[in-house]
């Protein structure tokens, strides 16, 4: 085997590993005293190598946080927002909505009512001081659209790695 | 004795990368790290925590396409349908919602992801398919660029850390 043969079968081991880590813990993370030792038997890894595989993808911005999804409405309240912003305010009025700490996901998406945004906190009224002083900031109508409902069983998301993904830069 | 409160101001910020993170989380709050863990998992028991474990940005990862579809669906199928589109692994949010008529006219909202547009079409058109939606009124609403992502902070303290993630710009398709 060459020097290249071997990194190449680095550099598959190490995709293989982080499929794995992604599809395998996305949920179901270990609540025993020592998660990432646990991972790391499980992977035939040492801890070392999760633990830095990890901060990786955290710096890259893959990773969000290994942590908890919280129901919505169980723990605080959050409704889904959304507002018709003329085109040519849309860069400013979005700048006023993230720089709110109550507002977690913040998009634009293509129809009329063109700002889509999640908004947490505490209480209802807490969440309700928050919209109205938004819509007093921006001097635009907020149309919030609280879950009712929720249908969907959160199981993570089944990823595989895609070329012109991050992983592949 | 677990402050509810303190304990999710600190998990909201992610577990720490180290050896033994409950316990490091146990120091922050003046807690153990038996008391953490068996707290978690009570919070998973009761539902009030969906999933605990890595959660990752799917944009960041190549699935750059993700979109928003809404549907006018009438009340005595609702369940149904609502239950029917969550099942699909690429559809991560199925959710019942208000109506605002007469400026929205929808009642259900699911979140479809996919590689590209094209992918996110083919999804839809599988679960309208799979699901047997018939003369129902939908959209499709694209998301363009992402202004603000992170996880949701419900209290709100001194040390939150913004995830402020900007100009993702996609590509439109021509």
């Known amino acids: ?169 | 004795m677990i402050n509810e409160r303190e304990l999710i101001a600190v998990l909201q910020q992610g577990l720490p990368l180290d050896s033994h993170p409950y316990a490091v989380i146990a120091e922050k709050i003046n807690s153990s790290e038996e008391e953490v863990i068996n707290y978690i998992k009570l919070m998973k028991e009761k539902g009030d925590i969906k999933r605990f474990g890595l959660v990752v940005r799917h944009r960041k990862l190549g699935y750059k396409s993700n979109a928003m579809v809404v549907w006018d669906i009438p009340y005595d199928r609702v369940n149904e349908l609502g239950q029917c589109f969550g099942q699909f692994d690429f559809v991560t949010l199925s959710y019942r919602r208000p109506r605002h008529l007469p400026d929205w006219p929808y009642n259900l909202f699911c979140m479809i992801h996919g590689q590209d547009r094209d992918d996110v079409v083919k999804n839809l058109q599988f679960m309208i398919k799979n699901c047997n939606v018939n003369g129902v009124k939908y959209e499709l609403l694209f998301s363009n660029r992402c202004f603000k992502q992170r996880g949701a902070l419900y209290v709100h303290g001194e040390s939150e850390k913004n995830e402020t993630v900007v100009s993702l710009k996609e590509k439109r398709a021509v």
């Not at chain 1, 040492?46 to 990773?63: A, F, H, P």
């Not at chain 1, 003329?86 to 913040?106: C, G, K, Q, R, T």
């Not at chain 1, 919209?131 to 409902?149: H, V």
């Open chain 1, 1 to 169: 085997m060459t020097i290249d043969e071997v990194r190449q079968a680095d550099v598959i081991d190490k995709t293989e590993l982080i499929q794995q880590l992604m599809n395998e813990y996305q949920h179901d993370f270990p609540l025993s005293t020592t998660p990432y030792a646990d991972i790391a038997t499980r992977l035939g890894v040492e801890e070392q190598q999760v633990i830095e595989l990890l901060r990786e993808l955290d710096t890259k911005g893959i990773l969000s946080r290994v942590g908890a999804v919280f129901r919505p409405n169980r723990v605080g309240v959050s409704t889904l927002a959304a507002m018709a912003v003329p085109e040519h305010n849309l860069e400013s009025v979005a700048d006023i909505i993230s720089s709110y700490a109550a507002v977690n996901h913040n998009y634009e998406r293509e129809h009329h009512f063109n700002l889509w945004f999640v908004a947490t906190a505490e209480n209802a009224e807490q969440l309700q001081n928050i919209l109205d002083d938004m819509e007093a900031q921006t001097n635009i109508r907020i149309m919030s659209l609280p879950m009712e409902k929720d249908y969907h069983i959160d199981l993570g998301f089944p990823l595989k790695l895609i070329k012109g993904g991050l992983l592949h830069d």
